[in-house]
């Protein structure tokens, strides 16, 4: 089945760590995004790329980062310089300029 | 900045009732416009999407959306809500430029419908 796949789904780290989290797509999408979702705040834009080892910097990268080395794979490093980042972590992909986001089922990182 | 108003919050109705999901959104460009719905554990999926063409577009559900250009407006719609539709509804402006596809969400509106 296509898709994306987001790895782990539920992840608790201790202050001051650094922490990768994965996103797999087999739908052969060009453009592929993270979103930070917080309760009332909605859907924030992190990091967005639209082609292999290309990526722009959303709405709230500070503390992330991120890189695409393959077509299907875009990781997100959320950094110990990220002040805020127990938060619920969506990744998407889309095929095309301007057309609609797929996205995956999440990532619960909580900091402790 | 590109932004999305949605107007309410939290929204509780009773099964059968009219529903009305504002949004509003400011950019001046050409847009695409969208709304997503996360049901409990699940994922987002898409609801329906506005690119161009009849501004009254439907959806699956029995969603509808209203695009109002002058209004920078794009509400959601359904005649008669059910249980199942208890959910979170997140409108969406694409604000990409210079080929880039950029979604800007609002910040969600919660739904709950009582039996």
């Known amino acids: 089945d296509g898709g994306i796949t987001q790895s782990p789904k539920y992840l608790f780290r201790k202050e001051g760590q650094n922490v990768t989290l994965s996103c797999e797509q087999n739908?052969?999408?060009?453009?592929m995004y993270w979103y930070r979702q917080d309760p009332g705040q909605g859907l924030r834009l992190i990091y967005y790329?639209?082609?292999?080892?290309?990526?722009q910097k959303g709405d709230i990268a500070e503390g992330y980062s991120v890189s695409r080395e393959k077509k299907e794979s875009f990781p997100l490093t959320v950094t110990s310089a990220q002040k805020n980042p127990t938060a619920f972590y969506l990744c998407?992909?889309?095929?095309?300029?301007?057309?609609?986001?797929?996205f995956g089922e999440g990532s619960r990182l909580t900091v402790l | 900045a590109q932004s999305v108003s949605q107007h309410n919050h939290h929204v509780i109705l009773s099964e059968a009732a009219s529903l009305e999901l504002g949004c509003n959104y400011s950019?001046?460009?050409?847009?695409?416009l969208f709304w997503y719905v996360q049901y409990p554990g699940q994922h987002l999926q898409l609801l329906l999407k506005?690119?161009?063409?009849?501004?009254l577009v439907k959806g699956i559900k029995g969603f509808e959306a209203e695009f109002i250009k002058s209004k920078f407006s794009f509400n959601l719609r359904k005649p008669s809500v059910q249980w199942s539709d208890t959910a979170e509804y997140f409108c969406?402006?694409?604000?990409?430029?210079?080929?880039?596809?950029?979604?800007?969400f609002g910040a969600g509106t919660r739904l709950a419908v009582h039996p």
């Open positions: 998407a992909s889309s095929p095309a300029t301007r057309g609609e986001l797929f």
């Open positions: 739908l052969n999408h060009d453009a």
């Open positions: 790329s639209q082609i292999v080892n290309d990526f």
């Open positions: 950019y001046g460009g050409t847009v695409n």
């Open positions: 506005y690119f161009s063409g009849d501004p």
């Open positions: 969406a402006v694409n604000a990409g430029s210079g080929g880039y596809n950029k979604l800007i």
